[in-house]
């Protein structure tokens, strides 16, 4: 397969997420669910190999876009499944999904009420022995970080996030219903930013 097929296959999925893909923690059928799906650039190996598709975003033009590229695969486009909304309040019931995807979302977070929030809705719609997989900004590795108001960082090139900390590993650890399902993952690029990739596994 030539890396133009390959990327036609793949679309520009996330390194970390494709990792899980090939260590077969996705089995076609599966119901999943993007959270924070931008115009759906994790979606597309999901959508061309039998996956049951869900998607959520809050830029109505994302999932406007999310929506076009899934029918362009023949994939079911049903308004229940591409839909606008926020991570703080996900419009799907309790224990739906067998995998939930947020990447590059949560350090969004407006403050840590917010971010664990987020957190709570993420493992309330994934089924018990269900995956989690987050990929977000860290504090980890970051030089200078400048702490402000509500538990957020001015970076470097003076963006504000709110980062994954050694304090948020420690209540996640403390949480009943979720255990990690593999060790954590952190990508530091100097200059840029920090990021870990979590998955985790929502217990009985």
């Given at each position: 397969m030539t890396s133009s097929e390959l990327n036609r296959e793949l679309g520009n999925m996330d390194i970390h997420l494709l990792d899980q893909v090939l260590k077969g923690r996705f089995?076609?059928?599966?119901?999943?669910?993007?959270?924070?799906c931008g115009e759906?650039?994790?979606?597309?190996?999901?959508?061309?190999?039998?996956?049951?598709?869900?998607?959520?975003?809050?830029?109505?033009?994302?999932?406007?876009?999310?929506?076009m590229q899934a029918a362009t695969l023949g994939a079911n486009v049903e308004s229940c499944r591409f839909v606008t909304g926020n991570l703080t309040g996900l419009p799907f019931k309790d224990n739906?999904?067998?995998?939930?995807?947020?990447?590059?979302?949560?350090?969004?977070?407006?403050?840590?009420?917010?971010?664990?929030?987020c957190?709570?809705?993420?493992?309330?719609?994934?089924?018990?022995?269900?995956?989690?997989?987050?990929?977000?900004?860290?504090?980890?590795?970051?030089?200078h970080p400048e702490k402000t108001e509500n538990g957020l960082y001015k970076l470097p090139n003076d963006s504000v996030r709110f980062l994954f900390s050694d304090a948020i590993l420690k209540e996640i650890e403390n949480l009943k219903e979720v255990t990690y399902a593999e060790s954590l993952?952190?990508?530091?690029?100097?200059?840029?930013?920090?990021w870990v990739f979590l998955v985790i596994r929502k217990k009985n």
């Open positions: 089995t076609p059928g599966m119901r999943i669910l993007d959270a924070g759906g650039r994790n979606l597309i190996y999901f959508l061309k190999n039998g996956y049951d598709v869900y998607a959520l975003d809050q830029d109505t033009t994302a999932v406007k876009m999310a929506r739906f999904f067998e995998a939930t995807i947020s990447i590059n979302v949560l350090h969004l977070a407006g403050d840590e009420d917010a971010f664990y929030t957190f709570r809705e993420l493992i309330r719609v994934t089924v018990p022995k269900g995956h989690l997989f987050i990929k977000m900004m860290a504090l980890k590795g970051v030089e993952r952190y990508e530091i690029i100097p200059g840029k930013g920090s």
